[in-house]
């Protein structure tokens, strides 16, 4: 299935389209692209927030991008993989049977599922600016992305 119907499909149950995900083989390198995917999206997603920040405060905008750059595709994946780890530990200790690879995926699937959401954030962050309407928005995308970890989480660890 292409990408945008995965993403479509998770909206209406992220269990499904992880099981789905996990029938086509252990892919380190399928996960490791939609990690990468969503962090690059999440950087896109910061760019309008950073040039209103760097106008209004007289930042070098340059700056800016290189710091939120290197923090979303080099320092945020390692984190996502520690993450990942402790989450799988905590699975085993509950008599979870899903291994580290689907708990690698469900979080990064998550992540990258929910980036339309991160795109909107980031839009409102940059043309509204702080206030209720970017609370909304990233509680909401906070809201999707926990449902679609969890749900994942849990197909991924209820596998026989």
Same mark, same amino acid.
């Given at each position: 299935?292409?990408?945008?119907?995965?993403?479509?499909?998770?909206?209406?149950?992220?269990?499904?389209?992880?099981?789905?995900?996990?029938?086509? /083989?252990?892919?380190?390198?399928?996960?490791?692209?939609?990690? $990468?995917?969503?962090?690059?999206?999440? !950087?896109?997603?910061?760019?309008?927030?950073?040039?209103?920040?760097?106008?209004?405060?007289?930042?070098?905008?340059?700056?800016?991008?290189?710091?939120?750059?290197?923090? +979303?595709?080099?320092?945020?994946?390692?984190? !996502?993989?520690?993450?990942?780890?402790?989450?799988?530990?905590?699975?085993?200790?509950?008599?979870?049977?899903?291994?580290?690879?689907?708990?690698?995926?469900?979080? !990064?699937?998550?992540? !990258?599922?929910?980036?339309?959401?991160?795109?909107?954030?980031?839009?409102?962050? /940059?043309?509204?600016?702080?206030?209720?309407? $970017?609370?909304?928005?990233?509680?909401? +995308?906070?809201?999707?992305?926990? +449902?679609? +970890?969890?749900? /994942?989480?849990?197909?991924?660890?209820?596998?026989?």
């Amino acid at each position: 299935m292409a990408l945008t119907h995965n993403i479509a499909a998770t909206y209406r149950g992220p269990g499904q389209v992880i099981r789905r995900l996990l029938d086509l /083989g252990q892919r380190e390198d399928r996960a490791l692209a939609y990690l $990468m995917g969503a962090c690059a999206l999440i !950087f896109v997603a910061q760019l309008p927030r950073l040039s209103r920040e760097a106008h209004l405060t007289g930042q070098d905008l340059n700056m800016l991008m290189g710091a939120t750059l290197m923090a +979303w595709l080099f320092i945020a994946p390692l984190l !996502f993989y520690a993450i990942a780890f402790l989450v799988r530990g905590i699975g085993r200790v509950l008599g979870g049977q899903g291994d580290a690879y689907g708990a690698r995926l469900a979080l !990064f699937w998550a992540l !990258f599922a929910s980036t339309p959401l991160i795109l909107l954030h980031g839009l409102v962050a /940059g043309f509204i600016g702080p206030g209720l309407e $970017m609370q909304i928005v990233g509680l909401v +995308w906070c809201c999707v992305f926990l +449902w679609f +970890w969890i749900g /994942g989480t849990i197909a991924q660890e209820r596998r026989p």
